[in-house]
């Protein structure tokens, strides 16, 4: 698809993902609006190309937003990504379903062509099927599951009322340059400042990581899918389980320190085992991951300097 003066609104954009896919469209001449409330997203990931609104997606302003800006395509990644703030209390995430709902309901008015939806793949929760296709059940151990779930199926139901054309990805844990949440930007931050990182549990968690490059190529992929794809649901992950430990251990050998993670007792709300399968997206638009974990892991440390 040629993006030259295409009108995209990235909501989340200043946030890890969200700031990724943003430069890649505007490096192929997009033009792209944010909105971002700057919670946990940084005002430094933002590109200087694309107008920028400081804005919560729940605010009713965000109508004049669309108003003005007449986005075609819509990628929606703001969403509380604070799973145990939210497993403290789940009305964190009524923000995100709310605002999710603004967004819906001013691409409808506004006549927006198709809107792409950063899901996870954490609404399978701890399905022992693995690696997990996009057909498996809904399977919640958190709010945050329960709230992009929510938003996967009023997705649907604006499709099924005005035809409103929708993608949804349901990614892997997404990793790479400029990442600042999660467990593994702290083990990255502790480690290479000569500290010990906190491991909750025993260290024995799986998660199936997939780098940004490689999700981002997904996210302008999406631009290709046809807007009457049945069931436009596809999972972006490696198919491979890496447990916490090995994580932590293959950083500390890249970054030649000594591993001995702090062991916590376990948290409520966390998912034991993860990996998605990939091939349905393989199958039918070629996509794959090309970044194997040592790679990533080695690219992402150099990129911020450590190496």
Known sequence: MNLKDKKFLVTGGAGFIGSHTVDALIKKGANVTIIDNLVTGRKENLNPKAKFYKMNIADPKIEEIFKKERPEIIYHFAFNVLVPKSVEDPLVDMDSISGSLNILKNARKYGVKKIIF????????????????????????????????????YLRFFNKLIGLPYLIFRYAAVYGPGQVTGAMSDYIRKLAAGKQ?????????????????????????????????????????TSIETTLNEIYWEIAKILKKDPRPIYLPDRAGEQVRYSLDYSKIKKA????PKYNLEKGLKSRIKAEGLL
Do not use: C, H
């Open 285 to 288: 638009f070629g996509w794959q």
């Open 197 to 237: 990182a906190e491991i909750w549990g025993d260290g024995m968690k799986t998660r199936d990581y997939v780098y940004i490059d490689d999700a981002v190529r997904a996210n302008l992929l999406a631009l290709e899918v046809p807007s009457n794809y049945p069931d436009p649901v596809f999972n972006i992950g």
């Open 118 to 153: 950063s899901s996870s793949g954490f609404i399978y929760g701890n399905n022992p099927n693995l690696p997990v296709k996009e057909t498996e059940s809904f399977e919640p151990v958190s709010p945050y599951a329960i709230a992009k779930y929510a938003v996967e199926n």
